[in-house]
């Protein structure tokens, strides 16, 4: 088993040009790693092997958006058949009308959908769609919830206990955020439905749209309550506001995402990850009424939206191989494996007489080392020693041949079998248990 760091002299020498050239030798902050992140040479299947030879289960998949692993066959094919014929056009492609008429298909609520290059741009059209139907400027979105780097998602997205009150504060993410993107954003704690009504009677007439991810995981990956959703979606739509699903992330969870699983039809939903199968994308759909905005066949649309590579064949090609491959069976699988880890992590908990707790729905599921009731942002904000145990959990499990995110979440794949979920297990129990002695 791999040493980290010792046995990545590799990815230290790499590190090291890397700071030459970047800013911190980074150029993506979440796969940064103190003294220096693992440098992947290849991936196939449900692992990875990095530049020094050492093999890990790859636990993160790319942050959620590898639901087949890599170098799935039908995926590679797929974009082998592609590349010869081009990469991308100034014109769109037949390619764009069948992903796109495998998505409305698989989502109720959505009549129509545009691409974009990025769950961060999709998100960040759904907001501006909102806006453009509605003529308001505000959004209301939850504390402690990440949904891309626009500027207005970005609000208190890692607001501290300082800014805590009975209404969060609206916090910046990052410095020289200005004024008037946190005038317009409202921030409300998680599963709180008198707060949200609250929030709507007194400011109702200028609220957009309410934005949420309903399995948020820099909140903590806890499941939005159904009464809650469908609160939701009442409130908002009896003050002329929309409610806009982030499925970014979620949409991994079922055949029609979460709210398939829910039984929610929000008004927009932007989606990313998964539906590019391995390739940067990301899209908007919703109503056609509300997607009308976009429509620019009878002049200058109310919201025009373009983008140089959006919707291009490769992409496309890959996502449509990639979702076609996701069958209702896929997920039956999915849950059952994911039902099998969250179930042994809380055993591995309690073995070692370890504070913690496993969450999550799926092929998803996130630890957190606190006995406190997971709720909420505000509950499973870390302290000092939950963070240094966070650390330890991630370089335990590196140097134990498992990659996973450093704040504790895991995503599982297709190619994964139950022995492979036993190995990984096996890395987490003995992880906890060196974590527990210290």
Not at 135 to 153: N, W
Not at 304 to 332: C, I
Not at 371 to 386: H, I, L, N, T, W
Request: aromatic residues 8%.
């Amino acid at each position: 088993m791999p040493h980290y760091p010792d046995a990545m002299p590799g990815s230290k020498t790499l590190f090291e040009r890397a700071r030459k050239v970047m800013p911190g030798g980074n150029t993506r902050t979440t796969v940064f790693v103190d003294p220096f992140p693992i440098y992947a040479a290849r991936g196939e299947g449900c692992r990875v092997w990095d530049v020094d030879g050492n093999v890990y289960y790859d636990c993160i998949n790319n942050f959620t958006s590898m639901i087949h692993g890599h170098a799935h066959p039908d995926v590679t094919a797929a974009v082998v058949e592609q590349l010869p014929l081009g990469t991308a056009f100034g014109a769109p492609t037949p390619s764009e009308i069948e992903l796109a008429e495998l998505l409305v298909e698989r989502l109720p609520s959505v009549d129509r959908i545009r691409f974009t290059n990025s769950g961060t741009e999709g998100v960040m059209m759904a907001i501006k769609a909102a806006r453009a139907f509605t003529g308001r400027p505000k959004i209301v979105k939850i504390e402690g919830a990440y949904h891309g780097s626009y500027d207005f998602a970005e609000v208190s997205l890692d607001s501290s206990p300082a800014d805590w009150g009975d209404l969060p504060k609206s916090t910046p993410y990052a410095k020289g955020t200005p004024r008037g993107v946190l005038d317009d954003v409202i921030a409300v704690p998680f599963n709180d439905t008198e707060v949200l009504r609250a929030v709507f009677a007194a400011d109702g007439d200028n609220i957009a749209g309410v934005l949420i991810d309903p399995m948020p995981n820099r909140a903590g990956l806890i499941p939005a309550r159904q009464d809650y959703l469908h609160a939701m979606v009442e409130i908002a739509h009896a003050a002329g506001a929309l409610v806009i699903f982030d499925e970014v992330i979620s949409f991994r969870l079922g055949w029609s995402g979460a709210q398939g699983l829910w039984g929610i039809a929000p008004d927009l939903t932007a989606l990313g990850k998964i539906i590019g199968g391995g390739f940067p994308v990301g899209a908007v759909g919703g109503r056609a009424d509300v997607m009308a905005v976009f429509d620019p066949t009878a002049g200058k649309p109310a919201l025009p939206h373009g983008g140089t590579f959006t919707a291009n064949p490769v992409t496309m090609r890959a996502g449509l191989a990639s979702m076609r491959a996701l069958t209702t069976e896929s997920f039956a699988r999915l849950d059952r494996l994911g039902t099998f880890m969250r179930e042994s992590v809380a055993a591995s908990f309690q073995k070692h007489g370890l504070a913690g707790q496993c969450v999550g729905l799926g092929s998803l599921f996130r630890v957190h080392f606190t006995s406190r009731p997971v709720m909420d942002y505000r509950s499973v904000y870390p302290g000092q020693a939950e963070r240094r145990k966070f650390d330890a959990f991630h370089k335990g499990l590196l140097g134990r041949g498992v990659l996973s995110a450093n704040y504790g979440l895991f995503a599982l794949s297709t190619p994964m079998t139950e022995e492979d979920a036993r190995a990984i297990l096996q890395a987490i129990d003995e992880t906890f248990g060196e974590i527990a002695q210290s």
